[in-house]
């Protein structure tokens, strides 16, 4: 995989910071093949509950992810919806869904072989 379309490796993660390779530090993430951005759960109305919607995660897709690990937080309050997973699951997508530093060295371990995407939430 050419270092163009490798996702950014996270650096760090702990309490409400997350600094990844090529960005600003920030609080949460979505990181794909070729960069990534601060997930801002306002422009789809994200909540912890019912969680992580369709809509978080198609930008993943269009960016080249064929993987997306999900954080769920780091006490694992933020929930994916049923719907969520039906979708990647119909679209070939593998998932891994787990806490957030579960999740930051799953995302790393497939940085540099896979098209990996992500959400990436830093705090509860």
């Not at 801002?40 to 109305?45: H, I, L, S, V, Y």
């Not at 049923?82 to 891994?96: D, F, M, P, Q, R």
Request: net charge negative; with cysteine.
């Amino acid at each position: 995989m050419s270092a163009e379309q490798q996702s950014p490796k996270i650096l760090s993660l702990v309490w409400g910071r997350i600094d990844v390779t090529d960005l600003e530090h920030g609080k949460d993430f979505k990181l794909y093949p070729g960069g990534g951005r601060p997930w801002d759960w306002g422009e789809t109305g994200t909540r912890h509950n019912p969680g992580i919607q369709v809509a978080d995660v198609e930008e993943l897709l269009q960016r080249g992810a064929t993987t997306v690990v999900l954080s769920q937080g780091m006490d694992m309050r933020l929930q994916v919806q049923a719907e969520t997973l039906s979708y990647l699951e119909e679209k070939g997508v593998t998932v891994h869904v787990s806490e957030t530093r579960q999740a930051v060295e799953i995302y790393n371990s497939l940085v540099e072989t896979t098209a990996v995407g992500g959400l990436f939430h830093s705090t509860c």
